[in-house]
């Protein structure tokens, strides 16, 4: 593993990810990606089943062409913003399959073909349901909507929908017990 390849596409990308003035948000766009490094890497201490610098790479890359669109083109932008990022850099094709393949089928209708792709596309779906996540997305709803019971009914409003965008069944039901508990409150 190429350490030095992994922080310098990293740090390229929180770069350019600090400009970004979207409908998500920088805050929660950024943990987003940490969040999903940082379950990738635990994972991988324990398993070693992924081609890890190109899917790390893959995970950084994957939502950065939401800084220049929030719609669904931004998966084709995130490839060609690596694909600029690429020219002076030394890539096998293998790390650039994988490395496409995340940045153009993350999406919840998309068909990932590298283990990597299909791994990411589940936790860029499921990883919303983290607890570093769901505090930052009902901080920023109670901030927005002025109040903590405006924002905390946005906030399941929000989950609700997250939750169907979910491709595994085996997320869904974890999440739906812990959306059960958080109506109960």
Same mark, same amino acid.
């Given at each position: 593993?190429?350490?030095?390849?992994?922080?310098?596409?990293?740090?390229? /990308?929180?770069?350019?990810?600090?400009?970004?003035?979207?409908?998500?948000?920088?805050?929660?766009?950024?943990?987003?990606?940490?969040? =999903?490094?940082?379950?990738?890497?635990?994972?991988?201490? !324990?398993?070693?089943?992924?081609?890890?610098?190109?899917?790390?790479? @893959?995970?950084?890359?994957?939502?950065?062409?939401?800084?220049?669109?929030?719609?669904?083109?931004?998966?084709?932008?995130?490839?060609?913003?690596?694909?600029e990022y690429k020219n002076d850099k030394d890539f096998s094709? $293998?790390?650039?399959?994988?490395?496409?393949? /995340?940045?153009?089928?993350?999406?919840?209708?998309? !068909?990932? *073909? !590298?283990? $990597?792709?299909?791994?990411?596309?589940?936790?860029?779906?499921? *990883?919303?349901?983290?607890?570093?996540? =769901?505090?930052i997305v009902l901080e920023e709803l109670v901030e927005k909507? @002025?109040?903590?019971?405006?924002?905390y009914k946005k906030f399941i409003e929000k989950m609700n929908?997250?939750?169907?965008?979910?491709?595994?069944?085996?997320?869904?039901?974890?999440?739906? !017990?812990?959306?059960?508990?958080?109506?109960?409150?």
């Amino acid at each position: 593993m190429n350490n030095i390849k992994i922080a310098e596409a990293k740090n390229y /990308c929180l770069k350019r990810l600090n400009n970004y003035e979207g409908k998500i948000g920088k805050r929660l766009l950024i943990q987003m990606m940490l969040s =999903i490094e940082k379950k990738v890497i635990q994972y991988e201490e !324990t398993n070693t089943p992924f081609n890890l610098e190109p899917f790390l790479i @893959g995970i950084y890359f994957h939502d950065l062409g939401r800084i220049l669109s929030d719609g669904d083109d931004h998966p084709e932008l995130s490839y060609k913003l690596f694909d600029e990022y690429k020219n002076d850099k030394d890539f096998s094709l $293998e790390e650039i399959e994988i490395i496409k393949d /995340c940045c153009l089928n993350h999406g919840s209708s998309s !068909t990932p *073909i !590298t283990k $990597e792709g299909k791994y990411l596309q589940i936790l860029d779906k499921s *990883i919303v349901f983290e607890p570093e996540i =769901i505090l930052i997305v009902l901080e920023e709803l109670v901030e927005k909507e @002025g109040s903590w019971e405006k924002g905390y009914k946005k906030f399941i409003e929000k989950m609700n929908k997250w939750h169907t965008k979910i491709p595994d069944q085996k997320v869904r039901n974890k999440f739906q !017990t812990t959306l059960d508990y958080l109506n109960k409150l």
